[in-house]
């Protein structure tokens, strides 16, 4: 089989089906390293297995033990895996050791930074992996329709906090004071879906929504600033679960707040992403406007861990369906969490400005 047959889409001849990723950021020098061990379903003969990887300097790869040749074409962003005699029809295990940079590009594993109570420049070092920078992180199938379980473990200095997709099951130290912190197994999903972030953070207390563990992960100084998220959070989790009729997906809910994000905000499964300024509020002093987009933003990102997440569009010509959806269900979400909002008659509003962008065509 040809590997080079679709520039656009990896061959479908083998599929990943669980991810364990092992990745050890720098925050001082800005750069990673990383490990991933995945189990790959092959369903058709071949020698080479093609993936996605772009920005990576890869060290070595093994398949099923034995090294392999590889390639990575940065035009294509693939790297190419070539066994010594074809790969049988089953399941195999893929190991590939990595470096990488914690770039300042806002996509991949990047770094947002913040000045201290104490003057000093701090570093987090987060993702952002939608649409197709998951690659920049490790080498995956980044494909929507390629969904896998993601194992993380991030060694970190044990000074700072680490979250990722599901809820932390382990820790143990590692040379150097730093720490190997590992995450539960999430679900069946999408490669852009996975997040990992790691700085000198606070997190609030968790918030018990029948239970679904909830917090809110911020810079050091603004947790007084935390309290509407929450609020509107645990609301929307307990409406949508009731109105999908299916259980949260996950097996907890970080909100986490980043000084520097190109996007509003990313609906990672179980580890939300926003910039500051869509999660943290006052609402003592903040306007009505400021408090709906605030509740806008959180209720959208809830409803794509159902519409999104647990069901997810094979290719990216079906995201207009996805952000679609999640938009109509923020805004029923928000009219019952707050009905003297009148949230849809101001949506009316909102929809005739589209009509107005799209009259200029």
């Known amino acids: 089989m040809s590997t080079t047959a679709d520039p656009h889409r990896l061959p479908r001849h083998a599929r990943p089906l669980h991810y364990e990723v092992e990745l050890s950021p720098d925050l001082t020098t800005c750069t990673f390293r990383g490990l991933v061990a995945i189990t790959v379903e092959v369903t058709e003969e071949n020698e080479a297995l093609v993936l996605n990887a772009i920005d990576l300097e890869v060290e070595a790869a093994t398949i099923d033990g034995a090294a392999v040749a590889t390639e990575l074409d940065p035009v294509t962003e693939r790297l190419t895996l070539t066994a010594d005699r074809p790969l049988s029809i089953g399941e195999h295990v893929v190991d590939v050791s990595f470096s990488g940079v914690i770039n300042d590009l806002l996509r991949g594993l990047y770094r947002s930074t913040f000045t201290d109570s104490d003057g000093n420049d701090r570093v987090i070092a987060t993702t952002q992996m939608q649409a197709t920078d998951c690659r920049r992180v490790f080498p995956c199938w980044d494909e929507p ?127 939300i992403t926003f910039r500051e300024n869509l999660l943290l509020v006052d609402p003592a002093s903040a306007t009505q406007p400021e408090r709906q987009v605030v509740a806008d933003v959180v209720a959208h990102e809830l409803a794509h861990m159902w519409f999104g997440d647990l069901v997810t569009m094979r290719w990216w010509n079906g995201i207009w369906l996805n952000e679609a959806f999640a938009t109509f269900m923020e805004l029923a979400a928000c009219d019952a969490y707050r009905p003297d909002w009148e949230r849809w008659l101001s949506f009316g509003l909102e929809r005739s400005a589209a009509f107005e962008t799209d009259a200029l065509t």
Not at 156 to 172: F, H, Y
Not at 173 to 178: F, L, T
Not at 202 to 211: A, F, K, M, N
């Open 145 to 271: 329709e390629a969904k896998a379980t993601f194992g993380i473990t991030l060694v970190v200095d044990d000074t700072l906090v680490a979250v990722s997709n599901g809820a932390e099951v382990a820790r143990s130290p590692r040379e150097g004071g730093r720490v190997a912190v590992t995450f539960a197994d999430t679900m069946p999903m999408s490669t852009y879906l996975v997040a990992m972030v790691v700085g000198p953070l606070e997190i609030t207390p968790v918030v018990d929504v029948d239970g679904i563990d909830l917090r809110v992960v911020h810079v050091p100084g603004k947790g007084d600033l935390t309290g509407f998220a929450i609020d509107v959070a645990s609301f929307c989790l307990r409406w949508f679960q009731n109105y999908y009729g299916i259980a949260y997906p996950g097996d907890k809910v970080d909100l986490v707040a980043l000084p520097d994000f190109a996007a509003g905000a990313m609906e990672n499964l179980g580890c």
